[in-house]
């Protein structure tokens, strides 16, 4: 039996069964659908890469405006019906098969000519993972439009103090700009997910904006501050740094990591990393 039927008219279609261990979601709200691709404003002239097209709810309007898109699936049942909806739609689509987190983002937009634009509404099982590796390849990227769960974006926007805030804020918050931008209910989904989810606009800084000099020790200290959140920072980073390193940052050995802003971090990182080598 045929696992899918194309129909580019409806964005719910190909699949019998969404899989639950890709974390199929299918957006199916069309008014929700509009302002994610109004948000993302895409232009014919940009190298636009969406991550888990599915089966084409984001890529059908983004094909329609540019003309061309590179969309990155592992689900194989969806190579064929989205390949075919797109070419019903008289649009350009390059369509990758692979797991995203093997998909080198830099080598990408050296292929495609210049810096890309991530969009997606993300599998939400990997979203860190994808986050992370996105990061990696900041240099190589314009900007990104995630759907995430909603407590998920939360995390991080969130600002120092804030009880959500975590390693995810800092890292995140540390190289880009963290924007949310549309809150979206289960019911815009097809199967609907438990929680409520969000669309979070994240743009690289300039990379002479970003003063993190040693990025594996600045991430090191901050997984290692927020590991256990009660504890203070002299306990928590003992193993890294000392109460001389904390106070030359212009931190307490005795604040605990949520209330430390991210610039504490950076310049926590770049004073370790310069007392390690003396
Ligand atoms: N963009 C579609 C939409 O909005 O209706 C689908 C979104 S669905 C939440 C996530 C998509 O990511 C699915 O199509 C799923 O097959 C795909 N996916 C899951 N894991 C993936 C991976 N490791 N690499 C690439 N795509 C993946």
Redesign the pocket.
Same mark, same amino acid.
């Given at each position: 039996m045929n696992a899918y039927h194309a129909n580019p008219r409806d *964005?719910s279609g190909f699949l019998k069964q969404a899989?639950k261990q890709? &974390?199929?979601? #299918?957006?199916r709200e069309r008014g929700i659908i509009e302002k994610i691709v109004l948000a993302l404003s895409p232009k014919a002239d940009e190298h636009i890469v969406e +991550? &888990? *097209? $599915?089966?084409g709810?984001?890529t059908l309007p983004i094909l329609q405006k540019t003309g061309k898109l590179t969309a +990155?699936? #592992?689900?194989r049942d969806?190579i064929a019906p989205l390949t075919q909806a797109a070419e019903a739609s008289g649009g350009e689509l390059n369509l990758i098969h692979r797991?995203?987190?093997q998909v080198d983002f830099s080598q990408l937009a050296n292929t495609l000519g210049g810096k890309i634009r991530l969009i $997606?509404?993300? *599998?939400y099982n990997?979203s860190s993972p994808i986050l992370f590796h996105a990061l990696a390849h900041a240099h190589a990227i314009c900007d990104m439009h995630f759907m995430l769960q909603k407590e998920v974006v939360e995390r991080m926007a969130a600002a120092e103090g804030s009880k959500v805030y975590g390693r995810l804020s800092v890292m995140l918050q540390a190289y880009c700009q963290v924007t949310p931008l549309i809150t979206v209910p289960p019911g815009a989904f097809r199967p609907a997910p438990k929680v409520d989810s969000a669309v979070v606009r994240l743009v690289p800084h300039p990379p002479e904006a970003i003063q993190v000099a040693d990025r594996a020790r600045f991430a090191d200290i901050v997984r290692a501050a927020f590991a256990q959140r009660r504890k203070t920072l002299h306990n928590a980073l003992r193993e890294l740094c000392d109460d001389a390193d904390i106070r030359a940052a212009g931190l307490e050995p005795q604040m605990r990591a949520e209330q430390v802003p991210v610039a504490g971090f950076i310049a926590l990182a770049s004073q370790s990393s310069q007392n390690s080598l003396r």
């Open positions: *964005p899989k890709l &974390g199929q979601n #299918f957006l +991550i &888990g *097209p $599915g089966q709810a984001l +990155i699936e #592992f689900d969806l797991d995203v987190l $997606g509404n993300l *599998p990997l």
